[in-house]
């Protein structure tokens, strides 16, 4: 079993900035893909960005050039810097760890930005 544990939401003022944390423990395999999504009231959860154990990122076009993923694997905790906040990225953020055979969720981290 995997535990997900998000920190780092708040509030922000637009333009401002925030950084997420998420530590996973638990049956861990070396290999795995960690991410994050976000869902704001009443839409779907949409990914924001994810990132390899070697380090391979993706980026949600809303993401890109604003936010930065990154992780330690020897804590197995991945980050999310979020620069140049705008009121759309208000959000629950989600933390998901996947493996080849499973995927994981974390409890979710509320972030809003004031306009």
């Known amino acids: 079993q995997v535990q997900l544990v998000e920190s780092g939401g708040g509030l922000a003022q637009a333009g401002g900035s925030l950084r997420l944390s998420c530590q996973a423990s638990g049956s861990i395999f070396s290999a795995n893909v960690m991410g994050w999504y976000r869902q704001a009231p009443g839409k779907e959860r949409e990914l924001v960005a994810t990132?390899?154990?070697?380090?391979?990122?993706i980026y949600a076009t809303s993401a890109r050039g604003r936010f930065t993923i990154s992780r330690d694997n020897a804590k197995n905790t991945v980050y999310l810097e979020m620069n140049s906040l705008r009121p759309e990225d208000a959000a629950v953020y989600y933390c998901?760890?996947?493996?080849?055979?499973?995927?994981?969720w974390g409890q979710g981290t509320q972030v809003t930005v004031s306009a």
């Open positions: 990132i390899t154990t070697s380090g391979g990122t």
């Open positions: 998901k760890l996947e493996t080849a055979d499973n995927g994981y």
